[in-house]
């Protein structure tokens, strides 16, 4: 074996897709429910897109961006995330002239430069929402509520929901002045990089996962205590309708998120199926990034899941069929002649919706037999000379055994309804 896919990339393999399509086609349906439409921006952008929009102190931008120099010296980054893509979609094609509200949802490969490990990869998959052109509060539980159907769509039971406010920047300001006179004395308890990221990105401590750095957090000062009327008001608008839609939440002063562009709601969702405390989808409000971006102030909010993660957890709890398709019928072939009749059958019959195979390697009628049961196919056509002197096949039930003649006139209508009824 010479060659190895990178690491942290991995393939998905045709037995896992029907989980993935299975996550593709509720997210679909989902989304369509709650109007929201598909959008696709392009895989890379140029570098300042990201840097700007998710912010130059933040680990995805200072760490973890696959950045490189096209061929034209212009530096390109693979999107680490869609919401920063999303936005200069907006403006580039000038949605806030088009409509009043933009609601969209996209699904994809993102790529960041991480240590891969379980639920954690390189290239990986993300499905969100975005809805850029409204403050309303009943907008964010629409996001959360969204994220949450599309999970319980899927099979999941036990989904559960971390909510803050991280308010608005003039909030954070006073909040972060205080956190970091609380923290500098306290400096030579936390990791190195909490350390670090007291002079570039002191809310990031926040969310540190170093349990010494968590003690030290836990009795500082909290961000919703710092809340401007509107924020605060806005937090509790959010609330109000999640009780109203009987959504459980858990409030968490110390969840801030690893993006820069929020400002006000911040959500995690997260599944208590199998024990998983690691969030599914991650979201909130980013109120400035349109703004950033060049645009007039436009509030939005958004979310984005990823589909590893969410695969890997249907996949234990064995949510979803493992198999999907099978063939509806195969076609075991005798000679060159009826070779040729079969591959026009076949054709024939996958016009109308039906999956059909037959041989390609030179197998016994035998071997095709087997061929045919090792793919689940429901029933196999039998052609050989004997048939085509005779001009019908015989159609054979899998499960049955039972077989019977049909005209090479009418085929194509007896086995539909044969299969379909
Ligand atoms: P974020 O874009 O960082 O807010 O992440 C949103 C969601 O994307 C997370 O909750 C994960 O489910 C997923 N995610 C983020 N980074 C990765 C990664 N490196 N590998 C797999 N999934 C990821």
């Given at each position: 074996m010479k060659y190895y896919a990178p690491k942290g990339l991995s393939d998905v393999l045709p037995e896992e897709m029907p989980y993935w399509h299975a996550v593709g086609d509720e997210v679909r349906s989902v989304m369509s429910s709650y109007n929201y439409s598909e959008i696709r921006t392009p895989m890379m952008e140029k570098t300042e897109v990201f840097a700007r929009g998710v912010g130059e102190n933040t680990d995805v931008v200072s760490k973890e961006m696959y950045t490189f120099d096209d061929k034209g010296g212009r530096s390109m980054t693979l999107r680490p995330e869609n919401t920063a893509s999303a936005v200069r979609a907006y403006l580039e094609h000038k949605f806030y002239g088009k409509e009043e509200l933009s609601k969209w949802y996209y699904l994809g490969p993102m790529f960041r430069y991480e240590a891969p490990q379980k639920g954690r990869s390189r290239q990986f998959h993300q499905y969100g929402a975005e809805a850029i052109g409204s403050n309303d509060p009943a907008l964010d539980a629409e996001l959360i509520t969204l994220a949450i159907d599309i999970l319980t769509s899927l099979g999941l039971e036990d989904v559960g929901l971390k909510l803050n406010s991280i308010g608005c920047p003039s909030d954070r300001e006073d909040y972060v002045d205080d956190l970091v006179d609380y923290l500098e004395p306290r400096k030579e308890g936390l990791c190195s990089d909490c350390q670090a990221r007291l002079t570039t990105n002191p809310l990031r401590i926040l969310d540190c996962k170093n349990e010494r750095c968590q003690e030290i957090v836990k009795d500082g000062p909290v961000i919703t205590d710092y809340l401007c009327t509107d924020c605060q008001e806005h937090f509790d608008g959010v609330k109000s309708y999640l009780n109203e839609l009987e959504i459980d939440y858990v409030l968490e002063p110390n969840l801030v998120r690893g993006l820069d562009y929020y400002t006000k709601t911040v959500f995690e969702v997260f599944s208590e199926d199998l024990g998983a405390q690691d969030a599914l989808v991650g979201g909130g409000r980013y109120d400035e990034l349109v703004e950033l971006f060049g645009g007039d102030p436009t509030p939005a909010v958004g979310f984005a899941g990823g589909i590893e993660r969410l695969v890997l957890l249907l996949e234990e709890l064995e949510r979803v069929s493992g198999s999907e398709g099978g063939l509806d019928l195969y076609i075991a072939t005798i000679d060159d002649e009826s070779k040729q009749a079969?591959?026009?059958?076949?054709?024939?019959?996958?016009?109308?919706?039906?999956?059909?195979?037959?041989?390609?390697?030179?197998?016994?009628?035998?071997?095709?037999?087997?061929?045919?049961?090792?793919?689940?196919?429901?029933?196999?056509?039998?052609?050989?000379?004997?048939?085509?002197?005779?001009?019908?096949?015989?159609?054979?039930?899998?499960?049955?055994?039972?077989?019977?003649?049909?005209?090479?006139?009418?085929?194509?209508?007896?086995?539909?309804?044969?299969?379909?009824?």
């Open positions: 079969a591959m026009k059958l076949g054709r024939e019959l996958r016009k109308v919706g039906l999956a059909t195979e037959m041989d390609y390697l030179e197998k016994s009628l035998q071997g095709q037999l087997g061929y045919a049961d090792r793919y689940d196919a429901r029933y196999t056509a039998i052609l050989g000379p004997r048939e085509i002197e005779n001009d019908e096949l015989t159609l054979r039930d899998m499960e049955s055994g039972d077989q019977v003649k049909v005209s090479l006139d009418n085929y194509v209508e007896e086995i539909v309804e044969k299969l379909i009824g």
